[in-house]
């Protein structure tokens, strides 16, 4: 069976909402036609059978789509080519049923210049230029110059290690491939989100996914085209992720520069990037029979290899707090005590915890301890990116 392919029939809004363009270039509406009666597409399935824009994308033409984080259980640390976002090495996630972002991208043909509203705020500098260049790519795909309004809403906090940027990606492009009446398949759809944010490649889908890093030494096209994301085949595990936010601000070192500066600087690098290649191998074998245990020692000694390689990088990038390490301590100590639990954290201080869902509540209390005030949250397998229906609920 081919793979089916996203439609969206979108509905017309009034195009009532104007801009104001201050120095970098898009800023907040200035009329209430944003967040008010926001209008989705709706989802159907065709058959795979072509390419490119479908053609009937107008003024006004709305589409709202919600995507969740996921949480690398085989990391993602390291680009071969950060134009096209490529990745050393293959990595492996869990996409959550917590955290969505929602993201509305409407077609504002008359406009100057996007419209940026992040969390009822105009975007502004490094924020703004990333979504502008990433619609730039979506207008280039669908052969259509108009501007767009987009307005998102991240639940969960950004910058702070926790795959904001993954579901943030991954719901704009489902939203604006919807808006300007790209039909995509899945894989199109995450090689898409890829381009804004190497993990939301991996958002487009649920439950456990993996990203293809591609064979390196490939012309751009074939390179572009090979590396995405896809679902893993996985037993019944019923895993859940307790998540420990001992720090929910943002980050001094950015993911992106800090990402740069280990591959470029760290002898630890290599290394890891090899092992990293045999723990996604012994993953996915462990995924398919159902073994929890080794799943969770495998995405534990990734997570702690991938902060090795930053805390030798020159100079070295530190993201471990005080708080992470006594959260690690408390998990260890629950598996001295015969609870199955395995720690995990991406580029920032806080902690996420693999274990089984009858568990996870005995987990939580034990990271909530340990964590001193910080918030904590349990977490299990969540849905694929997707279209809001009308209404956008």
Known sequence: MSEQRIAVVRTQEPDTTTSTTGPTGATGPTAAGIGAGAVGGVVGAVPDTGTGADGGAGTGAVA??????NIALIKYWG??????????????????????????VRLAPEAGRDVVVLGGRPAEGEALRRIVTFLDLVRHSARLPHRAVVESHNTVPTGAGLAS?????????VAAAGAYGLSLTATGLSRLARRGSGSASRSVFGGFAVWHAGRPGQDTKAADLGSYAEP?????LDPALVVAVVDAGPKAVSSR????????????????AASSRDDLTQMRAALLRGDLQVVGEIAERNALGMHATMLAARPAVRYLAPATLTVLDAVAQLRRDGVGAWATMDAGPNVKVLCRRLEADRVAAAVREAAAGGAVHIAGPGPGARLLPEGGR
């Open 64 to 69: 709202v789509a919600v995507a969740h984080p």
């Open 79 to 104: 680009k071969r080519d950060e134009h096209l976002v490529l990745p050393r090495t293959d990595s492996l996630s869990m996409t959550l049923d917590i955290f969505p972002t929602t993201t509305r």
């Open 165 to 173: 940027s993954a579901s943030g990606f991954a719901a704009l492009a």
């Open 232 to 236: 893993v085949p996985v037993a019944d």
């Open 257 to 272: 520069a800090a990402m740069r500066r280990t591959v470029d600087t760290s002898p630890l690098y290599e290394p890891w």
